[in-house]
């Protein structure tokens, strides 16, 4: 029988240890002790050998040294500092580093996979994407979605859409898992993935890579799954992007790690999350993220048109869905503000009375500020001949100079309603 054998110590509960002696991959004895207790020692030591006979006594020693190397020990903040003298190749400017791993967030069929399928081309030739730069690298893509012929016309549709001739085209890389019952338990074993080898690794979906029973709802069970992307970004030497659908309903008045569907675990385990919402333009969506080794990125819009993604020069403005009461207070103050200009037709100054059209006080202030603020309403200060008081006029924005009366402080005619 060989000796080649490797001794594993794992702590339990009641503050024994459980040694596990293994041979190749296969766990060929185990036994618990006490570390204190001598007799415990040699009590383990014998059910050891008894479980795989033929092992020498040296090569069961449980002394504290045999185990030392497999220890996590503290290490001083300057020698830490000293080790790692800079952070992680950048492979997205501002929000993705090699190792780490990120979320793309949005709704169904919105997009967020041709997103990522961007990406990939764009890291693959080294282009911008969405202006930042990148680190030009080979990529995978561990797609678990799509028929083989569905992925082959999309990535061949976006990148000739993005003008990627057939040479450049060699840097991206693709694994089709739908159908084989690949999760994340078993990728590893299954995926011969050489270290280095790629700068990202884009897996589209998650829900798809979940194992049988694990719930995306459940904080415990995504935190060992994220865990376990962990361990395959560094095993892969590979930022790890994966892509991810947003809950049903309406996100926009929801936090940027809140918007996703399932556990709270899934932002937070990340280090870098991103989410497409709608914009409150029709056509056009906002792209925010949050980064844990970069500074918080500003919020951008883009663009989708088949089969691409692209900026907007449009201000990110999140859609605000509206509630039945806010929909009815709109249509009434769209009403109230047309009787006002209504009132002003005649482009002369008017005083706040004459545009009353039975409204309060406050409904007319509000309304004014908001045609003010909207550039359709002007307003002046000005006072009655002979007198002191001072009034506030208004009229329609934009109105030539006539001969319509109206004055400030220095002036002394004011119309009558």
């Not at 504290?64 to 997205?92: G, H, Q, W, Y």
Request: proline share 5%; glycine share 6%; aromatic share 4%.
């Amino acid at each position: 029988m060989s000796d080649l054998i490797e001794l594993q110590r794992t702590r339990m509960d009641d503050k024994r240890f459980l040694v596990e002696v293994i041979r190749g991959n296969e766990v060929i004895a185990c036994a618990p002790y006490a570390p204190e207790d001598s007799a415990s020692r040699m009590a383990c030591v014998a059910e050891l050998k008894r479980q795989s006979p033929g092992i020498k006594d040296s090569k069961i020693d449980l002394t504290d040294d045999v185990f030392a190397d497999k220890c996590i020990k503290p290490t001083p903040m300057t020698e830490l500092v000293n080790a790692n003298p800079s952070l992680r190749e950048p492979i997205i400017e501002g929000i993705l580093r090699r190792g780490e791993t990120c979320n793309i967030i949005a709704a169904s069929k919105v997009g967020k996979s041709f997103l990522a399928a961007g990406l990939a081309l764009s890291v693959a030739t080294g282009r911008e994407w969405l202006a930042r730069q990148v680190t030009k690298c080979k990529v995978l893509i561990i797609d678990n979605e799509l028929h083989d012929e569905t992925l082959a016309d999309r990535l061949k549709s976006i990148a000739d859409a993005m003008g990627i001739n057939q040479a450049e085209r060699s840097g991206v890389d693709v694994v089709p898992l739908r159908g084989l019952g690949i999760d994340i338990n078993s990728v590893g074993m299954h995926l011969s993935i050489p270290e280095a080898e790629y700068g990202i690794v884009i897996v589209d979906a998650l829900y798809r890579w979940l194992p049988d029973g694990c719930s995306e709802n459940d904080n415990a069970e995504m935190m060992r799954v994220y865990n376990q992307v962990d361990e395959l970004a560094a095993k892969w030497g590979a930022a790890v992007v994966i892509v991810h659908h947003a809950s049903k309903g309406d996100q926009s008045d929801k936090a940027v790690t809140d918007v996703g569907s399932g556990a709270g675990a899934i932002s937070r385990a990340a280090d870098t999350h991103l989410t497409i919402r709608p914009h409150e333009t029709p056509e056009l969506c906002v792209l925010e993220a949050v980064t844990r080794s970069f500074p918080r990125p500003e919020p951008i819009s883009l663009r989708y048109s088949y089969p691409v993604w692209s900026l907007d020069a449009a201000v990110p403005t999140l859609k605000i869905r509206k509630t039945p009461g806010a929909v009815t207070q709109a249509k009434k103050d769209e009403d109230g503000k047309k009787q006002i200009l209504e009132a002003m037709a005649d482009g002369k100054w008017r005083v706040k009375r004459a545009l009353r059209a039975g409204m309060g006080d406050a409904r007319l202030d509000r309304l004014l500020k908001i045609l003010m603020k909207e550039g359709e309403v002007e307003t002046r200060t000005a006072r009655k001949k002979g007198s002191k008081q001072k009034r506030q006029l208004y009229r329609l924005a934009c109105v030539g100079v006539g001969s319509e009366i109206g004055t400030d402080q220095n002036h002394t005619s004011i119309p009558e309603p």
